[in-house]
């Protein structure tokens, strides 16, 4: 399998796992097929309501194959930032994380091996447990955490 068939696999899994949650929460797949070839997916919501008002949420997923072992891994970064043509809020500054860093650093979350964590997987059946494994944490932690909803414990 090439790189680009595995990048595709991956985006197509990713979206049969948690694209309909993502979605319903309001967060939709940036349509950018030069990114999807090299292994990177974003999925952005504006917010339009509440603390970050006139900002944008982002799941980034960075998706990396090794084709000499048919293995493949991945993390999920989060970011949030101003919306596309918009500057940020006075007092508001950028933020970019990788979601197990955020489950170790702020929430004390560690049910994961290390807070630079990749998921790996070795088949579709891995894959697929993965991503629902990395999608139920995003849904709980990121997703509330990006918006405002969820404050860290820890500050």
Known sequence: MTTTDAHDRFRLTLLTV???????????????????AGGLFRFLKPFETGAYSGMMGTLEYQHLYY???????FRISIARGALPGHTLPVGMQPVRRILTGLLWGDFGVRILPDPEYWWSYDGMTELGAALAESGQLTIAYAMPWLSGELESPRG
């Open 18 to 36: 948690v694209g309909t949650a993502y979605t319903a929460a309001g967060y939709a797949l940036d349509d950018r097929p030069t990114q999807w």
């Open 67 to 73: 084709p000499e072992n048919d293995i493949g891994r």
